[in-house]
C-alpha cells in the first residue's frame, strides 16, 4: 500500500467526498435561497465511479471516508453507496455529514449496511432562527433525525453548529447543555469564506475566541490532549468525560497536520478546501484511464498540495467553487 505524503511531510489519510451538489435547505453562509447553479447531473458520478475512486484511494493510503454533499441523502442510492465502500477490501472507517432531514427513515438501512458514525448540522435549537438560517421550517425533522441514529446505534454523533453574529451567536451555552443533555458531542466551526453567495466577512465572524469565552461563562473547559490532525479543538467540560470541539478554520488554522483531500460529486480531486486548482478523475475514468493513472492522480495532487488555505493572506482568493459542491 502506498502513502500519499506532501513535500511538507503531512500523510493524507482522509477522504471526503461529496456525493451530490444539491441540497434540501438554503443555510444563508453556505448559499443564497435562490440558489440554481448547480451542477451537471450527467457529470455527477455513478455508484460504481464513486466506488471505483475510493478502492484506488484505499490502495494509496487513504483510511477514512467521510460522506457529504451537499446533501448526501439526496442520493437514492446512500444506503448502497455505503455498503459497497464497506465491502472493499482494507474497508476505511467511514462516516457522513448530513442535515438529517432524511435521516429517520434510512438511519436503521445505513447501520446495516456499515455506517457507524455521523456528523449532524444544526445551527440553533430555536424554530424561527432554523426557518432565519434555513429558508425551510423543519427543525423537527432534525430532531427526529437524531433520535433515529441514537435508536440505530450510530455513536458518536457529532453536531457541528456555524454561529452568525445577530443570528444565533448567543445560542453556544444554550446548544452545549442540550448537547450534554443528549449525549451528543457538540463542535462549533467557524464560518469560512466558501459561500455560493460571495457575502462571508471577517468583521461579521464569530471566532473560536469568542465561542471559548462565551462558553466559559457557564462551563469549565480543560483542553483535551493530542488533537493530531483532527480540525477541532477538544475541550472537556466541567472535569469531562464529555467535550465541546472548537474549530478555528480562519482564526486558528490547523492546516499543519492536515491529513485530507476531497472528491467532489463531479469528480474533481481537491488537495483543499480552498484549492484553486483539481484533478478531473471523471473525465479520466470515462476516458479509459487505468487504476494506476487515477492513482497517479492522486498522487499528483497531493504533491503540488500548498501548506495551507491563505485565508489570512492579503492575496487570498476564494475559490470559485462554493462549500455546496465541495463537500465539508
Ligand atoms: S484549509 Fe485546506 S490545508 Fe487547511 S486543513 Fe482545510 S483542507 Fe487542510
Redesign the pocket.
Known amino acids: 500500500m502506498n502513502t500519499l505524503i506532501d513535500t511538507y511531510g503531512r500523510v493524507h489519510r482522509n477522504l471526503r467526498v461529496s456525493l451530490t451538489d444539491r441540497c434540501n435547505l438554503r443555510c444563508t453562509y453556505c448559499m443564497p435561497h435562490d440558489f440554481a447553479a448547480w451542477l451537471p447531473s450527467e457529470h455527477q458520478l455513478t455508484t460504481d465511479e464513486l466506488v471505483r475512486v475510493i478502492e484506488i484511494a484505499v490502495s494509496e493510503g487513504i483510511n477514512e471516508v467521510r460522506l457529504t454533499g451537499g446533501e448526501p441523502l439526496l442520493r437514492p442510492d446512500i444506503v448502497e453507496i455505503v455498503s459497497r465502500i464497506k465491502a472493499i477490501t482494507n474497508a476505511p472507517i467511514l462516516t457522513m455529514t448530513t442535515n438529517a432531514l432524511t435521516l429517520e427513515k434510512v438511519a436503521q438501512p445505513l447501520v446495516d449496511a456499515g455506517l457507524t458514525r455521523i456528523n449532524i448540522s444544526l445551527d440553533t435549537l430555536d424554530r424561527d432562527r432554523f426557518k432565519l438560517m434555513t429558508h425551510r421550517d423543519r427543525i423537527d425533522d432534525v430532531f427526529a433525525g437524531i433520535k433515529a441514529a441514537q435508536a440505530a446505534g450510530i455513536n458518536p454523533i457529532k453536531i457541528n453548529a456555524v454561529l452568525l453574529k445577530g443570528v444565533n451567536a448567543d445560542e453556544a451555552p444554550a446548544l452545549l447543555e442540550w448537547a450534554l443533555a443528549n449525549n451528543l458531542a457538540l463542535r462549533f466551526i467557524e464560518q469560512?469564506p466558501l459561500d455560493a453567495g460571495g457575502i462571508w466577512e471577517r468583521s461579521a465572524l464569530v471566532t473560536a475566541d469568542d465561542i471559548y469565552a462565551d462558553l466559559s461563562t457557564r462551563y469549565q473547559l480543560t483542553p483535551c490532549d493530542d488533537r493530531g490532525s483532527s480540525?477541532a479543538e477538544e475541550f472537556f467540560v466541567n472535569g469531562g468525560p464529555a467535550t465541546v470541539g472548537i474549530i478555528g478554520?480562519v482564526t486558528r488554522?490547523?492546516?499543519g497536520?492536515?491529513?485530507?483531500?476531497?472528491l467532489t460529486s463531479d469528480g474533481q480531486l481537491?488537495?483543499?478546501?480552498?484549492?484553486l486548482e483539481e484533478m478531473d478523475l471523471r473525465t479520466a475514468m470515462r476516458n479509459g484511464a487505468s487504476d494506476e493513472d487515477i492513482a497517479a492522480r492522486f498522487r499528483k495532487t497531493v504533491a503540488g498540495?500548498?501548506?495551507?488555505?491563505g485565508?489570512n493572506d492579503p492575496k487570498f482568493i476564494q475559490p470559485q467553487r462554493p462549500m455546496s459542491a465541495i463537500g465539508g
Open positions: 469560512m480540525p478554520s488554522p490547523f492546516c497536520a492536515c491529513d485530507r483531500l476531497r481537491r488537495s483543499c478546501l480552498f484549492s498540495k500548498l501548506p495551507g488555505h485565508i
